[in-house]
């Protein structure tokens, strides 16, 4: 399994052509990826999303390619993991934070575009245990938050 202490990711910079290419392939998977986790929290753990309580399914989504405004990126041998901040834009200074895995096609090598999938693997949802044993949960992050490894 690959870890953030394994694989070493690009600095964060703007998303190049192919990055913005790859987002736009699982964009549908990704709205509806966010409502369903948005709508399990809030069974369970509304804090998560609570920074978009205001919105409605249809606004939380309404991101497109013009709002993926930060990546890095990190190499296995077997694909590579691409780390996306996108901003929500009916949200003054909310983001999501996303993981899309990018492998070789089935029968290819994977070295051009063509011959390459790419697949949502995560949303961020963080959660934190302070000092005094509270704990904090989130999935909507701001500006200052760096874009870093996560497996959920």
Same mark, same amino acid.
């Given at each position: 399994m690959s870890t953030g202490e394994i694989i070493?990711?690009?600095e964060a910079h703007a998303p190049k052509p192919t990055a913005i290419h790859? @987002?736009?392939s699982i964009l549908p998977a990704l709205k509806h990826e966010l409502i369903k986790i948005r709508h399990d929290h809030d069974k369970h753990e509304p804090e998560y999303f609570v920074r978009v309580a205001s919105l409605n399914d249809s606004e939380l989504t309404s991101f497109t390619s013009?709002?993926?405004i930060e990546v890095?990126? !990190?190499?296995t041998?077997? !694909?590579l993991h691409l780390f996306g901040k996108v901003r929500i834009p009916d949200l003054e200074d909310g983001y999501i934070h996303i993981r899309v895995f990018i492998s070789a096609k089935e029968g290819t090598d994977g070295t051009t575009e063509d011959e390459r999938v790419a697949k949502l693997h995560s949303i961020h949802t963080e959660e934190v245990v302070k000092q005094n044993g509270d704990?904090?949960?989130r999935a909507? @992050? !701001?500006p200052e938050d760096p874009l870093e490894w996560f497996e959920t």
């Amino acid at each position: 399994m690959s870890t953030g202490e394994i694989i070493e990711l690009t600095e964060a910079h703007a998303p190049k052509p192919t990055a913005i290419h790859t @987002f736009e392939s699982i964009l549908p998977a990704l709205k509806h990826e966010l409502i369903k986790i948005r709508h399990d929290h809030d069974k369970h753990e509304p804090e998560y999303f609570v920074r978009v309580a205001s919105l409605n399914d249809s606004e939380l989504t309404s991101f497109t390619s013009k709002d993926l405004i930060e990546v890095r990126a !990190g190499e296995t041998a077997y !694909g590579l993991h691409l780390f996306g901040k996108v901003r929500i834009p009916d949200l003054e200074d909310g983001y999501i934070h996303i993981r899309v895995f990018i492998s070789a096609k089935e029968g290819t090598d994977g070295t051009t575009e063509d011959e390459r999938v790419a697949k949502l693997h995560s949303i961020h949802t963080e959660e934190v245990v302070k000092q005094n044993g509270d704990h904090v949960y989130r999935a909507i @992050f !701001g500006p200052e938050d760096p874009l870093e490894w996560f497996e959920t």
